[in-house]
Structures are given as C-alpha cells and as structure tokens.
C-alpha cells in the first residue's frame, strides 16, 4: 500500500482528497472530544480564580472598613462620658444606630479597663464582663473565637490621652454568606483550617489544603481554593463546580458529531474518487512523454497537445520551456568555459605580480603576462599618456592624491565584450596596487631606518655627554670658588644642558609611544596622596610667582583608582607646570572630582590664555604657540602632545579649553575608572 501511494499520483489525490475533506471534520472531533473539554475546564478554573481573587479582596475590603468604623467611634470625643459615674446613653444609642446602619449580624459594646460592659448595642450585654479582653491584647486589634470576629480599638480620654477602655465589635462570620455565589452546580463556601468552621454551601471534597491557594480536577468537580490574608489568615475560600452540568453541552454536541460521521465519510470518499480520476488521466500522459525526454536527453522532441484546458496550457508552456533550456544550456556551457578560464588567468596574473619587488620589476613581468594572454607581441609600457591604452594611476602619498604613471599599450576600449574590457580593468588595478604597496613599504622602511637611527642617536650620543655636562656644572657651583659671573655662566650651562636632556627624554617617550613599547605597569594608588605629591612638589614654583595655589577635592567620591602611578603622575605635573609657568598673576586651582565612568583632574589657571586658531594646533608634536611669555620660558612643544600620548595609554584623555587671549585657560585630564 505504501508502495503503491509513492507512485500513483491518482492515490495520491485521492487520499489527499479525503484527508483535506475528513482534516475540518476531524479537528472538530478531536477538539470536541481532548480540547473542548481541556479548554473549558480551564475557562471555568481562570473564571472560579477570579471570582476567588474578587471575593476576597472584596471580603477583606469589607472587614477592612469595619476595623476603621470601630477606629472612628472609638476617637469620638463622645467616648468620655466613661469617665461619668453614670454612664450617659448617649454611647449605647450611638451604638445601636451604627448597628442598624450597617444592617449586618453584629454587636458593638463598650468595656472598661476592668472588662466590664458598660455600653452596648444590645441592653442584656450590659454589666456583664468580656473575659477575652486580656487575650485580644496579647494578640492583635482583632481575634476570632467559634464563628465570631472580634474587633476592638482602644478608647482614650480627649483631655489627657489616657486609657479609659475599649470599644469591641462582635462580627458573625456568617456575614460573609452575602459575598459566595449560589447557582446551580456550583459549591461555595469558606472554611477555618483550624476551627472547621464552615460558611455557605458546603460539600466535602477532601482537600487538604495545603497551599496557599490551588485547583483541582476531580471525577465530579473543579476546584479552586485560595486561602485569606489579614484578619483571616487561616481561612479558605472553596470554589467547586459540577463537571457534568458545566460540560452537558459540549457531551450532547459530540454525540450528534459521531452519529453523522459515518455518513459524512461516505459522502467525502464518493466525491474524492469521481474528481481524482478525472483529474489524474491528463497529467499520467504529460508525465509518460517527459520521463522518455528525461532519459533519452532530447531537448528538441514535443509534446502533443490534446486538449484545452489547464493541461493543455501546461503542456504548451513545458514545450517552450524545453525550447528555452536547449538553447540556454548551449550558451551556458560556452559561457562557463570561458569564465572559468579567464578567472584562472586573473588569479595566476595575481599571484606573479604581487611577488614582484620593484617598480621596474613589476611593470616588466605585468607586460610580460597580459602578452601571454592576448598572444600581441607588441605590447609595450610607455611614460607618455596616449589614446588606446591602458592608463595606470598610483599613490602619491605625500600630497594625499593619485597622479598619473604610465600606460600599457593596449586597446581595450576596442574591445567588443564588456567582460573582456572589466577583465584588463581587473589587472591594471592590480598592478596599480602593487606599485602603491612597493612605494609605501620603501618609504615606510625609510621612515623607520631613519627615525630608528634618530633616536638611537639621541639616545646613546647626547644623553651620555649631556649627563657629564650637568655633573660637571654642578661639581663646579657645588665645590669650586667661583665668581657670581662664573657661577651665573656655570649655571647657564647647567639648566641648559638639562633643558636639552628633558627634551631628548620627551622625544623618546613618544618615539616609544609610536612604536608600541612605551610599558605600562597598573597598581593601586591612592589618588589624593599621588597628587598632593605632585601639589607639594610645584607649590614652591607657584609661591615664587605670588601665585594662589589651591588643591580642591570636595566632589571627589572615589580615593582608590588602578593605574600606573609614574605615568599619572607626569600627566598631572606636566599639566600643572604649564598652567604655572604661563601665568604671571592670578591663580592656578587644581580641582578633582569624579562621575561613574571618569575620574577628572581639572587645573585652572587666570593665565595669558589660548586663541582659537592656535587650540587646534597645541596637541600637535613640536608646536609651541607665539606670546608674550615665550622668550622667558623656553619649551620644546611636546608636552601637551606627550600628555595626551600617556592619557590614552591609560584609557584616558587630555583636552584643553579657553575663551581667548587674556581668559586664562583650563585643562582636564580625564581617565576611566
């Protein structure tokens, strides 16, 4: 049989007939029969859960407002005729109307500090003591005993705040039969785990109740339970309906379902072998003529139309089709073959040029391969730029721009194939691309060789002799006899040696930086000891100039940050020896303080102030701005340009900020936390 259906399109349609016919009748049967009554259980469990949340917000709402009634009656200033010898009835009649207002089964009466009755809703309370009194104190404001709620508020006297006894409302639980629901099939009631105390309509459903709230599907019913909060914390409230009522119409709907269904299936397998058939004929024959095509390869046979309808037309578009693939499978193979085998050139071509070394090299040997692949011999690279031929543009990396710099004596615009023209496109790009790589290593390799041997000259060539000269210098002041002129002259040569070494110093910090070697080694610092160091260290500069030096750590949160103290430290004394030296008068206020993400070292000074112009230019290596202070402090320009370098070494940042010439000038160096 399943043979059978994997070959016979007719067996397929007609199963498929009948499946698609029985689909709609089956869904319906089966949801009537598992889901109908899954889905209407549930309904009735989401409804009962509902109506459980309803009922005891409702409950305890209730029960809420009669515990502030008895507040309010309770800080009456009425209440202090308990204090009179002979009560006035007054309270008693307030009582009884409240009892009638609230037209529920209750008792209100008042007590005193001795547990006597001695004003009450009812005349026969009156007199006689209420012993639960001591045991409503030691508990709450409320208590329940047998089936009463008991709520009482202590009365004070209005005069002096004192204690003069307790007013006490005596609720029948039965009250609450007015909030359960009573219909047919449907049970509910509340009940007191502890006492078994039963109200409304109780059936015995053996639950255990031990959840806070929970259903259940019995044979008989569904459940659904949810146990109080506040005043009845140990009560349940029960929901429990009939299934058979609740499902009567879902079980009558489905036994009308299955007493057609015989005749239905009937109906549906009559239908679907009469269309099948009619259906199936046609398309056998259209399926016997294309297997002979299939096999026999022959794109150029026909099939015969012998009707027309939608087979026909089928038939008709299968012929065009064949029609179409004959000659598209010829073009296409032609095609490939081409491609494939041009696309295996471009990437031999690829590979030879991109080996090459030079320039001349890599001309010659690009000549030399689109010669192999055009079969011209005269084929030539020419400096002058002339018609018909292939155009090479290269790099000029100095000027940031191409420039033109040769041709290739080919004439590609002649060429009748737009493939073939983007072809010879392909590899004078490339050949492009391998003159700009050699230029850019050659230059690069120069730039290095040179700058290494810069450096390697600063540092082994100066720096040693500069040493000897600050020695010397200071040998000289420190043990020999000299004259002021002398001394004057020996210190000349001193701060100028040392002038010169902090700026071979500078320059090789950058050389490190740009080279990748500058270490970084992060530890724990405390923050506001690093900088009063560096605070106490430049002070004597500022106390020199008559300078107000102040160190401002208010908003600072944090005290602890990870990072490399050497590196921080010279960030910040750069920093502040730069707002120091360009500040004649005034202030210089370093200002620390911090956010979530950034730690900010802010140094403020009323110096002589930066142009707009010359902001842009400051981070720039070697670039000192023209003012008046400059002949008196001489600089290399690197130390905003070597702050910055550090700070984002460490993940941070330096920027500076002024409003002109004259407004002083503010920087801030920031660092991530």
């Known amino acids: 049989m399943y043979k059978l259906f994997q070959k016979s399109l007719r067996v397929k349609l007609l199963l498929s007939f009948i499946g698609i016919s029985l689909l709609p009748f089956v869904l319906l049967l089966m949801y009537t029969l598992f889901l109908g009554e899954a889905k209407i259980v549930k309904k009735i469990i989401s409804e009962q859960v509902n109506k459980t949340d309803l009922v ?195 079980y009558d709907f489905t036994k009308f379902i299955l007493s057609i269904s015989v005749f239905i299936i009937l109906v549906i397998i009559y239908l679907s072998l009469r269309y099948s058939k009619g259906i199936v004929r046609p398309i056998e024959n259209l399926t016997l003529a294309t297997d002979k095509i299939t096999k026999e390869h022959d794109y150029s046979s026909r099939l015969e139309v012998n009707s027309q309808d939608e087979i026909a037309t089928l038939t008709d578009s299968f012929n065009k089709m064949l029609e179409t693939t004959s000659l598209a499978l010829e073009n296409l193979e032609k095609e490939n073959k081409l491609r494939l085998q041009r696309f295996i050139q471009l990437i031999e071509v690829f590979n030879i040029i991109i080996q090459t070394k030079n320039e001349q090299e890599c001309i010659d040997i690009s000549i030399k391969e689109i010669k192999k692949l055009t079969q011209k011999r005269d084929l030539y690279f020419q400096k002058e730029k002339k018609e018909n031929s292939i155009d090479i543009y290269v790099t000029n990396f100095e000027e940031e721009k191409k420039e033109y710099f040769g041709s290739i004596s080919l004439a590609v615009e002649n060429m009748d194939d737009e493939n073939e023209r983007s072809f010879y496109a392909s590899i004078t790009s490339m050949i492009a691309l391998q003159l700009d790589r050699i230029r850019l290593i050659n230059k690069t390799m120069a730039a290095s060789n040179a700058k290494s041997a810069f450096i390697s000259n600063m540092s082994h060539e100066l720096r040693t002799p500069l040493n000897a000269i600050i020695g010397s210098a200071q040998f000289l002041i420190a043990y020999e006899e000299l004259s002021d002129a002398q001394q004057d002259s020996v210190g000349s040569i001193e701060s100028s040696a040392e002038y010169l070494l902090n700026m071979i110093n500078e320059i090789l910090d950058i050389a490190k930086i740009e080279a990748g070697k500058m270490e970084v080694y992060k530890e724990k610092i405390n923050i506001l000891e690093t900088l009063n160091n560096c605070y106490y260290m430049l002070q004597p500069l500022a106390d020199e100039k008559g300078l107000d030096f102040e160190l401002n750590s208010q908003n600072l949160t944090i005290f602890e940050i990870q990072t490399d103290p050497k590196i921080f430290q010279q960030i910040t004394i750069n920093l502040l020896s730069n707002a120091i030296k360009f500040t004649k008068e005034g202030f210089v206020k370093l200002t620390i303080y911090n956010d979530k993400k950034y730690l900010y070292i802010e140094i403020e000074d009323s110096g002589i102030g930066i142009s707009k112009l010359d902001m842009l230019e400051l981070f720039n290596d070697f670039t000192q701005v023209k003012n008046v202070m400059r002949k008196q402090h001489k600089g290399t320009g690197l130390g905003l340009s070597l702050s910055q370098k550090l700070a984002h070494i460490l993940d941070g940042d330096v920027e500076l900020f002024s409003a002109g010439l004259g407004y002083g000038c503010r920087a801030t160096f920031s660092l991530y936390i």
Request: hydrophobic content about 40%.
């Open 56 to 250: 005891i917000s409702l409950i305890e709402a209730h029960l809420e407002s009669i515990k502030k009634e008895v507040g309010f009656l309770s800080s009456l200033d009425l209440m202090d005729d308990l204090l009179a010898e002979d009560i006035d009835k007054r309270i008693s009649i307030l009582l009884s109307k409240k009892v009638r207002d609230l037209e529920l089964d209750i008792d209100l009466f008042v007590v005193d500090k001795d547990s006597k009755i001695i004003a009450s809703s009812r005349f026969e309370y009156l007199s006689k003591y209420f012993n639960t009194l001591k045991l409503m104190q030691e508990r709450s404001s409320y208590t329940i005993i047998g089936e009463y709620l008991y709520i009482y508020s202590p009365i004070y006297a209005s005069f002096e705040r004192t204690k003069i006894g307790y007013l006490v409302l005596k609720y029948n639980l039965k009250n609450l039969k007015m909030y359960l629901t009573y219909q047919d099939g449907m049970h509910s009631y509340i009940v007191d785990k502890k006492s078994s105390l039963q109200i409304g309509d109780y059936i015995d459903l053996g639950l255990k109740l031990d959840k806070e709230e929970d259903n259940k599907i019995d044979d008989d019913h569904v459940i659904v339970y949810k146990k109080f909060s506040s005043m009845l914390k140990d009560f349940y409230i029960i929901y429990a309906v009939d299934k058979a009522v609740a499902l009567k119409i879902l």
